[in-house]
Nanobody
Framework: QVQLVESGGGLVQTGGSLRLSCAAS????????MGWFRRAPGQEREFVAA???????YYADSVKGRFTISRDNAKSTVYLQMNNLKPEDTAIYYC???????????????????WGQGTQVTVSS
């Protein structure tokens, strides 16, 4: 069992930056694959970024070049640095984890076994 807690969300102007954190506790060896997903009001959950056990990242096209995912295994924490934010980035952002080192697809939410509670990101026009 692993617990995931997101933090760092808030209100920011268009073009601004935020850094989200996801701290894992418990069976942290169950976090070989980590991901960020988001859900805008009235929309389906959408893949944002993922990072493998070896640090290799993978991004959705909509955030590539603006967002950076990283992990600090010593702190059992994954980060999402979000730069040049746009109003369409407004959503609840969720951290996800899975013990597998390889997934059928890094961008499919149902592949991940553990989820955090989410943190709100609001980007004003």
């Amino acid at each position: 069992q692993v617990q995931l807690v997101e933090s760092g969300g808030g209100l920011v102007q268009t073009g601004g930056s935020l850094r989200l954190s996801c701290a894992a506790s418990g069976r942290t060896f169950s976090t070989n694959t980590m991901g960020w997903f988001r859900r805008a009001p009235g929309q389906e959950r959408e893949f944002v970024a993922a990072i493998r056990w070896n640090g290799s990242p993978y991004y959705a096209d909509s955030v590539k070049g603006r967002f950076t995912i990283s992990r600090d295994n010593a702190k059992s924490t994954v980060y999402l640095q979000m730069n040049n934010l746009k109003p369409e980035d407004t959503a609840i952002y969720y951290c996800a984890a899975d013990p597998r080192r390889t997934l059928c697809s890094l961008s499919v939410a149902s592949e991940y076994g553990y989820w955090g509670q989410g943190t709100q990101v609001t980007v004003s026009s």
